[in-house]
């Protein structure tokens, strides 16, 4: 059941990172054609800010597929000396640090979009966009990474208390490692 849940997680991931992509590669195209028209002497203007929102947005929604694919960054000097039980909780508990710091961020990023809802904020830009439409996508990121995390932390939990590490290590563990051992 657990491997379930964590492969659907997998699959959502991949979903949303393809829509991420797409988004990518759109506003590429809109900045390159800016690039473009900007030697003939016209621009859309404001494609920079765009850009910088577009890039926001992919990053929080980015982090939940990296987590399940095992691309965040790690430091294993203890990890990479233990080996079975003592190797799992070491994944388990630096999830759980990770899960609990997005946590914290996702908790901090509801204030900021609040008050943009509150105030009707908008950038102090040419484009004056209105911040919440940007702000909202940003924090649902945050929140999904938050969701991912801790469900995932749950799920390895179980796996590691029914004994199976093999499937921990999979769902958890360092990716150079996983794919050594495959």
């Known amino acids: 059941m657990e491997e379930n849940v964590l492969n659907s997680l997998r699959q959502w991931n991949r979903r949303i990172a393809i829509l991420t992509g797409f988004g990518?590669?759109?506003?590429?195209?809109?900045?390159?054609?800016?690039?473009?028209?900007?030697?003939?002497?016209?621009?859309?203007?404001?494609?920079?800010?765009?850009?910088?929102y577009v890039m926001a947005i992919a990053t929080s929604w980015g982090m939940a597929f990296t987590l399940l694919e095992l691309g965040h960054v790690r430091i294993d000097i203890l990890r990479a000396r233990t080996h079975g039980l003592a190797r799992a909780l070491f994944d388990l508990f630096s999830l759980a640090v990770l899960a609990g710091t997005v946590t914290l961020i996702a908790w901090r990023c509801w204030p900021?979009?609040?008050?943009?809802?509150?105030?009707?904020?908008?950038?102090?830009?040419?484009?004056?966009?209105?911040?919440?439409?940007?702000?909202?996508?940003?924090?649902?990121?945050?929140?999904?990474?938050?969701?991912?995390?801790?469900?995932?932390?749950?799920?390895?939990?179980?796996?590691?208390?029914?004994?199976?590490?093999?499937?921990?290590?999979?769902?958890?563990?360092?990716?150079?490692?996983?794919?050594?051992?495959?």
């Not at 759109?26 to 765009?50: H, K, M, N, P, W």
Request: a negative charge; hydrophobic letters at 55%.
């Open 112 to 182: 900021v979009l609040a008050r943009s809802l509150a105030n009707s904020s908008r950038a102090n830009t040419p484009l004056e966009t209105p911040l919440a439409w940007v702000q909202a996508p940003w924090f649902a990121g945050w929140v999904w990474f938050a969701a991912v995390a801790w469900l995932t932390v749950v799920l390895a939990g179980i796996l590691i208390f029914k004994r199976k590490l093999d499937k921990s290590e999979q769902a958890i563990g360092a990716y150079a490692e996983v794919e050594q051992a495959q």
């Open 24 to 52: 990518l590669l759109v506003c590429a195209a809109v900045v390159l054609i800016d690039i473009v028209l900007r030697q003939f002497g016209a621009s859309f203007g404001g494609t920079d800010e765009i850009s910088g």
